[in-house]
Structures are given as C-alpha cells and as structure tokens.
C-alpha cells in the first residue's frame, strides 16, 4: 500500500509565491522518477515539471525560470517552489510518482501513483 499526499496550495496574489510539497509513504523500495502536472478548468492536465531518480529536472516552457522542482530522496518527498506566479498558473496541481513497490522487503512491481492534488489559485 503506497500513499501520495501534497500539501501548500492556496490563494496568492499575482507576483507571490507558494511552495507544493509532496509524500510518498507506504511500501516502498525505491523511487523512480517524479512529477508535477496540473489541471485548470477546461483544459488537459498538463506536465509542469519532473525530476528523476539522478536528481535531472525539466519544466514546461511556462513556468522556467520561476518555478524550482527539487527532492528529498531520504523522506520521499518533493518540492516546488513556485515564484512570480500569475493568474494561469490558477489550477489544480498533482504530484506523481513513478516507484517500485516491495513485499516485505523484496522488490516487486513498478507502480504509478496520482496524490489527491491541491487547489492553486493566483488572483488579485
């Protein structure tokens, strides 16, 4: 059994700041990969950053230079910080991981799981 759990969303003002967290607990044996997406309303859920089990990051066009994607691979946990947000920044962010599961203590399958997401809005 593996849980995914984000926290920090909020209301900010355009221009401010808020920083996503995200846990992963439960039966793992090792992380793979990781990743942000969010989803506005009406549209598609889109990637907005991912970070891999070496520590590589890539962001969407969008967000570069304003958001930073970075790991705890001790806690699994990630992070994104999210700087000079504006009002399209306005969606619901998801984290995602990429792991492989074990059965007491022996690696077994690799699994994808979805947190439940948090609510970002970026409004005067």
């Known amino acids: 059994q593996v849980q995914v759990v984000e926290s920090g969303g909020g209301l900010v003002q355009p221009g401010g700041s808020l920083r996503l967290s995200c846990a992963a607990s439960?039966?793992?044996?090792?992380?793979?990969?990781m990743a942000w997406y969010r989803q506005a309303p009406g549209k598609e859920r889109e990637l907005v950053a991912s970070?891999?089990?070496?520590?590589?990051?890539t962001y969407t066009d969008s967000v570069k230079g304003r958001f930073t994607f970075s790991r705890d691979n001790a806690k699994n946990m990630v992070f994104l910080q999210m700087n000079s947000l504006k009002p399209e920044d306005t969606a619901v962010y998801y984290c995602?991981?990429?792991?492989?599961?074990?059965?007491?203590?022996?690696?077994?399958?690799?699994?994808?799981?979805w947190g439940q997401g948090t609510q970002v809005a970026v409004s005067s």
């Open positions: 970070i891999s089990s070496g520590g590589s990051t």
């Open positions: 995602n991981v990429d792991l492989r599961e074990h059965v007491y203590g022996v690696p077994y399958r690799v699994t994808h799981y």
């Open positions: 439960g039966n793992i044996f090792s992380i793979q990969a």
